[in-house]
């Protein structure tokens, strides 16, 4: 194994390993991935330490040159929250590369669901006696026994209309307390139409510029460009939905659907100008990333998803939401610089959705997650930024100069894993560092050539391999087993072409991989 993550406080417990050899065959028989993963976990008993330990075969991601196996732990028929081992198979010579354990072995034996004292019932009484004073149009989840931090509780989710919230409640299944409040917030007719390409500062290289200027000048940075996949007109009136997307209702304020029957071209004082934006940006992601054939995304991403380009109640925390019915959608919000926008802004929160998509529903959120969505919206803007202009900065409209509300969210800082602070750095400067990791990486297999083609080709080259990295590892693992797994993942997919400039760009953050 190239790389390997004890855990000495479970007695030398595997948390990850990658570079695994591959496996022998085994007598010409044709032997399925969940036969392999299975064969592998049995024959190495020593690495995770299993006995006693109930896993079960969840499900199978392929992201194109790997498959992953994911188990997930039940403890005497109870679910253990956010436990899982995954196991990952690579293609070419069905061998184990890598696997990554989130097992809990604290559990007491003792556990079960004869400990039970507040019950099922009980809990729905405690999410109305608390939240239904505070929240006003409540639908919720029946409540589902977990084992959480060696406890048992209760698992309700919660959405609201009032203001709106799509919660996780975590309620003791012992004395009724509430243990965890989570978020679960993280998103073939043709038309002309026009947009920001990609944002006002960048076209211009005018710095000064912001939402307040002039309407005349942000009106002279927009260009006339083609709406790809919407759907037939009804009658003879287009509305923006199609293929990847489509524009709906979701929350508040409550705005006319944009139709039209000519063309979607509006000045960008119209708020038309907003769903044009978002249409547009995310059918071209979209678009770019199924070419990158990570299947596990194109299957999950097999139609359109609904986009509220005027939402949150005019506030400016744009988000993607997975309500507990209904379809899943991404609201952006209005506050200083409307986020629809920015092209930056709309593949941010869109990253949050791939997550999604390829996680098979959230983790608890992490630092490297958006740092992704950071370095995506930077990699992807290249392509639109025709003057090369401040290319390391995913939201140079929304966070301009004139409002900027984060100086340090950039792909090009000088922070480092290494940092006497590291540790306590926020949440977004955590990410910014392992951003920065990507956006080397990136520069250096293409993306600082002159070459239009090239930049995109590598774009397509790093981010490929970060879809697929995120299937097998996840996005709150420690940086060393993103980083490891992005050096297996490459091995995959290219047969290690990129390994030596990885691991260089994180030795220059700071962070030495084995």
């Known amino acids: 194994m190239d790389y390997i993550t004890r855990n000495d406080e479970v007695d030398g417990v595997v948390r990850s390993f990658f570079g695994a050899g591959p496996a022998e065959p085994s007598s010409g028989a044709y032997l399925t991935n969940s036969s392999i993963s299975d064969d592998f976990l049995a024959s190495n008993p020593d690495l995770f330490h299993l006995e006693g330990i109930d896993l079960v075969l969840i499900d199978e991601k392929d992201g194109g040159s790997q498959v992953t196996c994911r188990y997930e732990q039940f403890h005497k028929n109870i679910p253990v929250y956010g436990a899982w081992l995954n196991v990952t198979i690579r293609k070419v010579e069905s061998g184990v590369v890598s696997s990554v354990n989130k097992i809990d072995y604290q559990i007491p034996d003792n556990l079960d669901e004869s ?14 006696d608390h939240y239904d004073l505070m929240l006003k149009g409540i639908t919720n989840s029946e409540p589902k026994l977990y084992v959480y931090k060696q406890k048992l509780v209760w698992r309700i989710e919660l959405d609201s209309l009032s203001p709106r919230r799509y919660l996780e409640l975590l309620i003791s299944a012992i004395d009724g307390t509430l243990v965890a409040e989570i978020d679960r917030r993280r998103f073939y007719t043709t038309r002309q139409a026009k947009v920001f390409w990609p944002d006002p500062v960048s076209s211009s290289q005018n710095t000064s510029l912001h939402w307040g200027s002039p309407v005349s000048k942000l009106d002279k940075e927009q260009m006339e ?53 978002a249409y547009y940006y995310i059918d071209r992601l979209v678009e770019w990333l199924r070419s990158l054939d990570n299947h596990a995304f194109n299957k999950a991403m097999s139609g359109p998803i609904e986009i509220d380009a005027q939402a949150v109640d005019g506030a400016d925390n744009s988000h993607f939401a997975v309500p507990l019915s209904g379809p899943v959608y991404i609201a952006f919000g209005e506050g200083g610089t409307p986020d629809a926008s920015d092209p930056g802004v709309i593949t ?8 999604y998509f390829l996680l098979g529903g959230f983790n608890e959120a992490g630092s490297f997650e958006e740092g992704f969505n950071d370095f995506l919206s930077c990699v992807f803007r290249d392509r639109f930024n025709v003057h090369g202009f401040d290319r390391a900065n995913p939201f140079p409209w929304d966070n301009n100069s004139t409002i900027s509300w984060d100086a340090t969210r950039r792909c090009d800082m000088k922070y480092r894993f290494d940092d006497k602070g590291y540790p306590k750095f926020g949440f977004y400067k955590k990410g910014t560092v392992y951003a920065t990791a990507l956006w080397e990486i990136y520069q250096e297999i293409g993306g600082k050539s002159n070459n239009a083609d090239t930049r995109l080709k590598a774009a397509g080259e790093i981010t490929a391999t970060c879809l697929e990295m995120l299937i097998a590892v996840g996005n709150t693992n420690p940086i060393n087993d993103l980083a490891n797994g992005l050096i297996t993942t490459d091995q995959s997919r290219t047969g290690g072409m990129h390994e030596k400039v990885i691991r260089e760009a994180f030795r220059k953050r700071g962070l030495l991989l084995s």
């Open 348 to 355: 941010h929160e869109f990253g949050h959705a791939v997550h």
């Open 225 to 277: 460009i083609t709406l790809e996949n919407l759907d037939d007109p009804i009658g003879q009136v287009f509305y923006l939905t199609g293929k990847w997307v489509r524009m709906a209702e979701k929350e508040h304020p409550s705005i006319k659907m944009t139709s039209t029957e000519n063309d979607f071209i509006y000045s960008c004082e119209n708020r038309s100008f907003l769903s044009v934006m």
């Open 115 to 128: 400990q039970v004292q507040f019950s099922a019932g009980d809990a729905l009484n405690f999410l109305h």
